[in-house]
């Protein structure tokens, strides 16, 4: 700690230079707003919607406040020993703990940041350790745990904060175990960094460790005997507590069981030899890990075991993960950002946006925070200190064009397809979000009927006729029109990236842009199409006869937002796929069909009344602003054929700098009094 005192202060005495300062004053700034709007969002629920949790303990009729057993009715999850320190709360007004409650709860998350970023493993640059403290804050703040234990009221960041400070800031023996025990105390299973003390050779701050706990809870049994009882053997540490153990709440290893539809003396038995194993594997890791320095690493591991092997893991009670986003994994650059760009987004996006909606999926969905949490413990390879790559990963391949470098290398093909996924559930939920009304959509799909008119391009209603009365023409287009439109584009992506991977960066940039700006339109323009004006006597050839008399125009209201019209994002992707066609193929065939496509597309989209012209109009418009953006930005520049001398393929070792120098293993007495 002193060490990273220090560090910080010689590097922040040194001058900012480059920005950072404006950088870090910045990023400080944000931290105040996420703050803000997080209380903000606490306290501005209706009564009956915030802090459940803690409303259940000590609001009118709490548990904390009525007689009888705090486990009557399942309601309250805590340890004994947490509602015998909660019991004075039960005094306070609700709206004024409340308050102090939330702030009070800010305040720790601050402190867990802050603790966080001064435990990375140094030497840190100077820029880290000036921003780690603001971008770990941040990122707590719009996490999942941090976001539920403020809505329900939970003290999950207390336990958390209490290891940090056992494990990495406070000194001595007796102290580190106290704080450990006392977490353990409110969340048994932190009892194993009391196991983690021990195998790293602080047995006197095990044992302390193991005391604290075992009188904590000794003292909650004299005091409240039938509900240590009711904790402890009838509810086995709580696992029958909080809600339905099999729910997709419960990311445990007990709750993955459980709807996979194991139960009996099997599910136990499995569950306990799985336990085991991940506790004899994960803790080796963490051992590892503290031993080589990397001691919030370890930390992180760690808890991500408790996580899986805890009867119940509510999502508040996922912070452990967030801290192992810390390890580093990958010997090439651009794979260093895979495991921390996957950890947030586990913990901040719902398992929905992450995975598509597909049977064969649906198991892994459920369960993202435990694979994760498993992951962590037992799988990642997370680099030591002593490896060549811990400073100097393999440099991606550059292109050496005549005013700017171009990256060569293959992006992550993980980070890719969640990119994907997860801009395509936000283009989702924002075009379903982005309507004003019938009457507006209606409004405006007047004006440009009138606009088509007297620019004598209205040929909708004859086309869509025409279209109706051929069957297998109009069988062709509702085929093209529902199917073509994301089968095209995802296709052309998956060969760049297999054989062009420096043109599938810059295409896959113009494509992301031009959706950006669909939203846009989406969202300040609500159209009509053709098919849901009534009065004009158009047919839906592609969804069916749709109701007038009804609102919603039947169930596809539900599903997606149809009034999103301009621009036509089905004419703008099939844009881009001819305009990438044309500049890329080898073939004259292949950009002959890279045309053909959104001539089709244009046809259907205005034969099956679907859009306008002038929806396709819009959806050009949009393309060519998404690849007018990436070429102001540097990203649609294609690079030259000719590659940097001497550069190898990135799987190459031969792409390391010859003057890499390996970081020494710090011996073990380093370390150890480094865990204190």
Not at 352 to 365: K, S
Not at 564 to 588: D, E, K, N, Q, Y
């Amino acid at each position: 700690m002193a060490n990273a005192e220090r560090r910080v202060r010689g590097n922040a005495a040194a001058g900012n230079g480059s920005g950072t300062g404006a950088v870090r004053a910045a990023l400080w700034l944000v931290v105040a707003v996420l703050a803000a709007r997080q209380m903000a969002a606490a306290l501005g629920r209706p009564p009956g919607q915030r802090f459940t949790g803690l409303e259940t303990w000590v609001g009118p009729g709490g548990v904390l406040r009525v007689t009888g057993s705090l486990y009557d009715g399942g309601r309250f999850t805590g340890t004994p020993f947490a509602g015998l320190v909660l019991r004075p709360l039960a005094r306070a007004a609700e709206q004024n703990l409340g308050v102090v409650w939330t702030f009070g709860s800010l305040l720790l998350v601050v402190a867990l940041g802050v603790v966080a970023a001064r435990a990375l493993p140094g030497p840190v640059s100077r820029r880290t350790a000036l921003l780690a403290a603001p971008v770990a804050i941040s990122l707590l703040m719009v996490s999942l745990p941090v976001r539920t234990a403020l809505h329900l009221g939970q003290a999950s960041v207390v336990p958390v904060l209490l290891v940090l400070l056992g494990c990495l800031v406070v000194r001595g023996e007796r102290a580190p175990g106290a704080l450990i025990g006392a977490a353990a105390a409110l969340q048994p299973t932190v009892v194993l960094f009391a196991v983690l003390l021990g195998l790293t050779g602080r047995r006197r701050a095990a044992v302390t460790g193991g005391v604290t706990f075992a009188g904590c809870t000794a003292l909650a049994w004299a005091v409240l005997p039938d509900d240590s009882w009711a904790y402890w053997v009838r509810h086995v540490a709580g696992a029958g507590l909080g809600g339905d153990a099999a729910g997709l709440a419960n990311q445990s290893l007990h709750g993955a069981l459980l709807r996979f539809g194991v139960t009996g003396p099997a599910q136990v038995a499995l569950l306990l030899l799985l336990a085991v194993a991940v506790c004899v594997l994960g803790l080796r890791r963490a051992v590892r890990y503290a031993k080589d320095g990397q001691l919030l690493l370890a930390v992180a591991v760690t808890g991500c075991v408790a996580v899986a092997v805890s009867p119940t893991t509510w999502p508040y009670q996922l912070l452990w993960l967030l801290l192992a986003a810390v390890g580093r994994a990958g010997k090439r650059a651009g794979d260093r950002r895979v495991w921390p760009v996957v950890v947030v987004l586990v913990l901040t996006l719902p398992g929905t946006m992450l995975l598509p909606d597909i049977g064969a999926l649906l198991p892994v969905r459920d369960n993202v925070p435990l694979i994760a949490a498993l992951a962590a413990a037992c799988a990642v390879p997370f680099l030591p200190r002593a490896s060549p790559y811990w400073h100097d990963p393999l440099p991606p391949v550059y292109a050496a064009p005549a005013r700017r470098r171009r990256v060569l290398s293959r992006p992550s093909l993980l980070l890719e397809l969640l990119l994907i996924r997860v801009v395509y559930s936000v283009y989702a939920q924002v075009r379903l979000a982005a309507t004003a009304g019938r009457d507006s959509a209606e409004r405006h799909g007047r004006q440009i009927h009138a606009l088509e008119q007297w620019l004598h391009i209205g040929i909708e209603h004859g086309a869509n006729r025409a279209v109706a009365g051929l069957d297998r023409l109009r069988d062709f287009f509702g085929f093209y029109y529902t199917t073509f439109h994301f089968i095209v584009p995802l296709a052309i992506l998956g060969v760049l990236y297999a054989r062009r991977p420096a043109d599938y960066r810059w295409a896959r940039s113009t494509i992301g842009f031009a959706t950006l700006f669909a939203l846009v339109g989406f969202w300040l323009y609500p159209l009509a199409p053709p098919r849901l004006m009534p009065g004009f006597g158009f047919v839906d050839t592609v969804h069916g006869v749709q109701d007038f008399a009804r609102p919603d125009y039947g169930g596809l209201t539900a599903v997606t937002n149809q009034y999103a019209a301009m621009p036509s994002l089905h004419f703008g992707w099939s844009l881009w796929c001819g305009v990438v066609a044309v500049l890329l193929a080898p073939r004259a065939w292949m950009k002959a069909l890279g045309l053909l496509h959104p001539l089709v597309t244009a046809c259907a989209i205005v034969a099956t009344a679907n859009h306008w012209v002038l929806d396709a109009v819009g959806g050009a418009a949009v393309v060519g602003l998404g690849f007018a953006l990436a070429r102001l930005l540097g990203w649609a520049r294609r690079p030259d054929p000719a590659v940097v001398p001497g550069a190898a393929r990135p799987w190459d070792d031969r792409a390391r700098p010859a003057a890499t120098v390996p970081v020494p293993r710090p011996p073990d007495g380093t370390v150890r009094s480094r865990i204190r």
